[in-house]
Each structure stands twice: as structure tokens, then as C-alpha cells.
């Protein structure tokens, strides 16, 4: 258990109360003591998690949206600090970054909670484990020993992943400031719903970020997510900023996220936004293994293909399909001369670049390569 690094004490009696789980925008007011509302007590001792974009205001003794950041006597706690419930090494291309050291592996490590419910989660089990105030699961694992992982295995690179890296954003950050001394790279897997305040403190660490862009209307976010679309962007366009390098990832799921019309809007707001270069994957959705959508099918390939066939159109260079291996869409080819440039099937990858440019014609792939 950490004291959290982003919140304030609100002094003020009057306000609103913790938000129920889920709840993105509806808030309820605290009565006045006059009322015959809260203790004094819990009326002052609330406190405002400016972690992420919900701004949860919590009570004492109670917790926010994600689960893990507890008020404990008007001091605000992020209870999964150290504590991971995931370390694997992966191949770079599972998170999915095609163009951030493709080829390699990384040292991918999460904790338990998330600030969303997304019901197509496939990790819901960990996502949504310690909702509501339940035991916080996971093994002690704190940043230095992350880092002597990552050396030991001579891994270019930490991937904040599996769950919400916002979430555990102290650990990630104690892990990340580390990693940078020793010459690793570090990488989000993040829903992209992040405050204002937390971007601005990672960002002279982190290297890159694939952010899920789940869909492009609020009511699919509010209703599919519990949260809101608009701060994503928000963090999308401000990494971009800050030259993070970004990749944007699309789990296109049947009669929720499918439209030609969201495919559209989604690749206009990359290429006018955050740039051409920007690579887009588009990836296939599972019922079986989501958390509340099993009656829905998997997505079609050729709603995969009609996407890509759009993002492409729109004028975006890199432009990828996934969770279907095989397909020509999962390859690089050179936006200038269309050589295939990285060859893959799944996770395995055949580099035919020249230290990031296309063989044939020299052209720029936008590759962050280790070298």
C-alpha cells in the first residue's frame, strides 16, 4: 500500500460523494450538515482522485470507480502498489506495437483493477477482481526487482499492460523512472482515460503508448465502458504532443462497434489529429472470452477488411488487422512503394527493413528500432 500520488483534500462540506462503479458523469450531492447528512467527520475528510478522468470525490473508508485508491482517514491510498498480479515476457507485438521495437520481447507486468467495466474485457478476471472492496490480489514484486527481471533477460523494454496502467500508476511510475537509468524503454497498454495531471507526470518516461480508441460516440463509452470518449482523445492528441510515440487500437465488436460510419470517424481523427503515421490496428473480437458479451459472434473478417480497406482510403500509412494471423493486413509495407517491409504470421516476424527504412525504395517506415 502506497499513498496515492494524485488527489486533494476537499474542505469544503458541501459537494458530491463517491461515484457509484461505472458512473462517468452522474454525481450525488453530500446534504449539508444542517440536513442531517454526513459526519463531520466524513464530510471533510473527502478527498478528489485526480488519477484519471473520473475525479472520483471519496469517502473515508471507501474506494473509487477503479477499486484500489481507498480514502483511509482522509488520506488517499493506491492499495496495489508493488503488489503484481501478471509478469510474463511477451513478444512486443502482443500489446499490439508494430512499429516500437518490432521483433523484440518485453517484460510485461500489471495489478489487479481498472477504471472501466468494459463487458467485451478479456482480462476481466484481474480488471475487475478487487471491485467491490475486495481483498487486493497479487505477489510482491517491487519496481527494482522488475528491473533486475528485465536486465537478467536482457529485454529492451517494460510493458505496463494486462490491465489499467493508470490504475497502478504509482508502481508503474517508481518502475519507469528506474528503467529509464538502466536504458530501457517503457511502454502503456492503456484505455487512454487519463487525468490531465497523471499525463503530465509520466510523460518524460514513457516512450510509447497503444491506446484503445474502443469507438467514437459517448453513449457507446457511457454505456459499453462506463466511461467517456472525449478525454481519450483528449490523451491521445497530448501524447502526441509530447512525442510519445503512439499506436491506436480498435476492438471491433458486432452491432456495438462495427459501423462504416465509426471507421470513418475514427480514421479521420488519426490522420487529422495525430498523424498518417499513425499506425491503426483493428482487431477482431472473441465472445467466449469476454466478460459479458458471449452471445455475441466474432467479428467477421470481412468487417476487418472493409476497416482497413477505410483506414487505408483515408490516408493512413500503417493500417493493421488483428487476432486473425495469415491475413496480408498484419504485414508492413512501405506506404511509398508497397515492398513488404515486416513479414508477420501471429507473433512471428521477419524484418526486411534497412535499419527502419523500406529495402527497395529507402522510404521512412516510422520505426523505433533499438539501435
Not at 182 to 196: D, H, I
Amino acid at each position: 500500500m502506497e499513498e496515492a500520488l494524485l488527489y486533494k483534500k476537499l474542505k469544503d462540506p458541501e459537494g458530491v460523494a463517491a461515484r457509484p462503479y461505472g458512473a462517468s458523469k452522474k454525481v450525488y450531492p453530500v446534504k449539508s450538515r444542517k440536513a442531517g447528512a454526513l459526519p463531520l467527520a466524513e464530510q471533510f475528510n473527502r478527498v478528489q482522485c485526480q488519477n484519471c478522468a473520473h475525479y472520483c470525490v471519496i469517502l473515508p473508508g471507501k474506494r473509487g470507480i477503479c477499486g484500489i485508491r481507498e480514502n483511509i482517514d482522509g488520506k488517499l491510498y493506491a492499495l496495489n502498489y508493488g503488489k503484481a498480479i501478471a509478469c510474463h515476457i511477451d513478444p512486443i507485438e502482443k500489446k499490439p506495437f508494430f512499429h516500437f521495437l518490432p521483433g523484440s520481447y518485453s517484460l510485461s507486468i500489471a495489478t489487479v483493477g481498472c477504471n472501466y467495466i468494459c463487458k467485451n474485457c478479456q482480462n476481466w478476471d484481474i480488471s475487475q477482481a478487487p471491485k467491490p472492496n475486495k481483498p487486493i490480489l497479487g505477489e510482491d514484486l517491487p519496481p527494482k526487482k522488475v528491473i533486475e527481471l528485465a536486465i537478467k533477460n536482457n529485454l529492451p523494454s517494460i510493458s505496463y499492460t494486462y490491465t489499467e496502467p493508470a490504475v497502478f500508476s504509482e508502481y508503474a511510475l517508481d518502475t519507469m523512472k528506474l528503467a529509464k537509468k538502466e536504458g530501457l524503454k517503457n511502454n502503456w497498454v492503456t484505455n487512454g482515460f487519463l487525468s490531465k495531471e497523471l499525463l503530465e507526470i509520466i510523460s518524460p518516461y514513457l516512450d510509447a503508448a497503444n491506446v484503445d480508441l474502443k469507438g467514437f460516440a459517448e453513449e457507446f463509452y457511457q454505456k459499453n465502458c462506463g466511461g467517456r470518449l472525449q478525454p481519450v482523445l483528449d490523451t491521445l492528441i497530448q501524447m502526441k504532443k509530447k512525442k510519445i510515440w503512439v499506436e491506436v487500437t480498435t476492438l471491433v465488436i458486432p452491432t456495438l462497434s462495427d459501423s462504416e460510419k465509426m471507421f470513418k470517424d475514427i480514421a479521420k481523427f488519426i490522420k487529422e489529429a495525430l498523424g498518417p503515421e499513425t499506425p491503426w490496428h483493428i482487431s477482431q473480437f472473441c465472445g467466449a472470452i469476454s466478460w459479458k458479451l458471449q452471445h455475441i459472434p466474432d467479428t467477421p473478417v470481412e468487417t476487418l477488411e472493409k476497416a482497413w480497406k477505410i483506414g487505408k482510403e483515408a490516408g493512413l500509412k500503417y493500417v493493421y488487422t488483428g487476432n486473425v494471423p495469415g491475413l496480408p493486413s498484419e504485414d508492413t509495407f512501405c506506404p511509398k512503394c508497397k515492398t513488404v517491409c515486416i513479414d508477420r504470421t501471429n507473433y512471428i516476424i521477419h524484418r526486411h527493413d534497412k535499419n527502419g527504412k523500406c529495402p527497395k525504395c529507402g522510404q521512412d517506415l516510422n520505426l523505433i528500432t533499438q539501435a
